[in-house]
Structures are given as structure tokens and as C-alpha cells.
């Protein structure tokens, strides 16, 4: 069963990007020359992801038309969609995210910690329950998340995949900064269902309003327009890879079921990375041979 994200997600598609063009053909007239037509009309007028997830409802819709024995064939076949180019995103550097928390204010600096220190999205930082956070342990419970639903309205609910709900161990610097966080709102373990961030009249965060009202300004104000909270996991996951921590942890702490989305989609190529993969794999074929030759690295080849 779809989330309430996702049927919110395509019934604005069927509305706003499938029927205007389509309504009016008979299911059984359309083609795949009318299906490449409204691909490439989307093209036009939007990035290569959102066509892409329009054409995917669109294909959905036909396959059903055939499995009811509506139509013989699916129109969608054959079709050229738009390439999907590598994304390279920002990824945060200390400096950055300590300035970036300090726009934020204190109410929400600790949220952008969570992002980037374990790669939580943001509705699971938004659904964090107080009683998720085992101080003793050390660990943070993932089993919560907050998700856009019909009209845009806020709807709680559970992780995207099983693998979304975990358990992680957290910092204890980051610990320490949740519990200065509750203490400030006077939040104790009795207040186990209580959200840990709240809107300014203590309700459960709405992601367009706190991104208009909070996190917008506080990225004009530290220099870093046009990062996403969603950077902030990517920033985790890259740091996982610079810090060499082995695949299957990094999958786990992300919630990934699969592991190619660990790399694929989150850890991005960086310079120190490849500095250090350049100094690495020199020293294993360089080192000691120049010298044995009387030519140091660097000096022109003959002397």
C-alpha cells in the first residue's frame, strides 16, 4: 500500500500534469507517439526526476488498464525519457554546519546535527519522540517519521522501509545537546511521546512552514542559499565513506535496503577523497623506486 506522501504526490500529478492533456482521449486511442509527445512536452518545462516520476503514474495507470483487460497493450513502451545527469550537491563542512546551527537558533540547532551527524531525513527528525532517545544507552530510536499527506496536511507515520526503523548510537557531544534541548523545553522521560521539536505553539513541525519560516533565512544568513536539509544526510553519508566505516554499517545507519543506494545516491566523490586515494596509490608503486633511480618525484625526467 502506497504512503500517504505518495498518493498526494500522484494525485497532484494526474491532476495538474496527465489528465489536461489526456482527459480527452478515449483510453484506447492513445499511442506511444501521444505518450513521447507528453514526455517531451514535459521535458520543456521540467527537470528530468519530475518527468520521470510523471511518465512512472502515467505507465502505472496503462498497466492497470491492461491487467483489467481495459486495452491489449500498454502505450507506454518504447518511450525516450530525458537522461538522468549526477546530481554533485554541497556537502557541508564543520565550520559551515556549526554556523548554519547557530541560524537555526537553539530550538532547532540540534535538528541539523541530527541530519548530518546520522543522517536522519527530516521527517524522521520532525517525528522524533522524546522517548525515542535512550540516554543511558547512547542511542537514538528511528520508528517515526513525519510525511506530507493529502492537501499537505502532516501525517504521522512509520519509516519508508523496515530498514528505516533502527537504532543508532549517537555522540555523545550530540547527546548532550539533546538534553540541554529538553531541559529547555522541560521535557523528561514521563514525556515519552513528546515531540522533541515543535512549532513555536508546540505543535508537530510542518515541513513547508519551517523551511519558509526557519531554514531558509537561517541558510541566506550563513552564505549557504540553495542547500536542502536532505544535504545534511548526504553529508553524513560521505562522511561515512571518507571515514572508511565498512558498507553494511553505513547502510544500516541510513536505513537503506539496498546498499547501492548508500553510494549511488548519497555518498558524493570529494577532493580529499581523492587526494587521498592519489597519495595512497603512489606510495605503493613511487615509494623508495625514485630515490633507487637517482631521480626524486617532481625533478625532469633525465635530470
Request: net charge positive.
Amino acid at each position: 500500500m502506497k504512503r500517504s506522501s505518495t498518493r498526494a504526490r500522484d494525485r497532484s500529478i494526474l491532476s495538474c500534469h496527465v489528465k489536461p492533456t489526456l482527459e480527452r482521449h478515449p483510453i484506447g486511442s492513445v499511442t506511444p507517439r501521444t505518450v513521447q509527445g507528453l514526455v517531451s512536452e514535459w521535458s520543456v518545462r521540467m527537470a528530468p526526476r519530475s518527468v520521470r516520476r510523471c511518465y512512472d503514474v502515467l505507465r502505472a495507470i496503462f498497466n492497470y488498464a491492461v491487467e483489467s483487460d481495459v486495452i491489449a497493450r500498454t502505450p507506454c513502451r518504447s518511450v525516450k525519457l530525458p537522461a538522468m545527469e549526477a546530481q554533485t550537491r554541497h556537502v557541508v563542512t564543520a565550520e559551515e554546519l556549526a554556523g548554519l546551527a547557530d541560524a537555526l537558533g537553539a530550538d532547532y540547532a540540534p535538528m541539523a546535527y541530527l541530519g548530518a551527524l546520522l543522517g536522519l531525513r527530516w521527517g524522521e527528525v520532525a517525528g522524533l519522540r522524546v522517548g525515542r532517545v535512550d540516554f543511558l544507552a547512547g542511542t537514538i530510536e528511528i520508528a517515526e517519521q513525519t510525511t506530507r499527506g493529502e492537501h499537505g496536511r502532516a501525517v504521522l507515520g512509520t519509516p519508508k522501509s523496515a530498514a528505516g526503523r533502527r537504532v543508532l548510537s549517537a555522540p555523545k557531544a550530540l547527546l548532550d545537546m539533546l538534553a540541554a534541548h529538553l531541559a529547555r523545553h522541560d521535557l523528561t522521560g514521563v514525556d515519552a511521546d513528546a515531540f522533541v521539536f515543535t512549532s513555536p505553539r508546540g505543535e508537530p513541525l510542518d515541513y513547508s512552514h519551517w523551511r519558509r519560516r526557519v531554514w531558509l533565512p537561517a541558510c541566506s544568513r550563513t552564505g549557504l542559499k540553495g542547500l536542502v536539509f536532505h544535504d545534511l544526510r548526504r553529508a553524513a553519508a560521505t562522511a561515512l565513506v571518507l571515514e572508511r566505516v565498512d558498507m553494511k554499517t553505513a547502510q544500516t545507519r541510513l536505513g537503506h535496503s539496498d546498499p547501492r543506494l548508500t553510494l549511488g545516491l548519497y555518498a558524493q566523490a570529494s577532493n580529499e577523497a581523492d587526494r587521498d586515494a592519489a597519495e595512497r596509490v603512489g606510495a605503493r608503486y613511487l615509494g623508495g623506486v625514485w630515490e633507487g633511480r637517482g631521480i626524486k618525484p617532481g625533478d625532469p625526467a633525465g635530470g
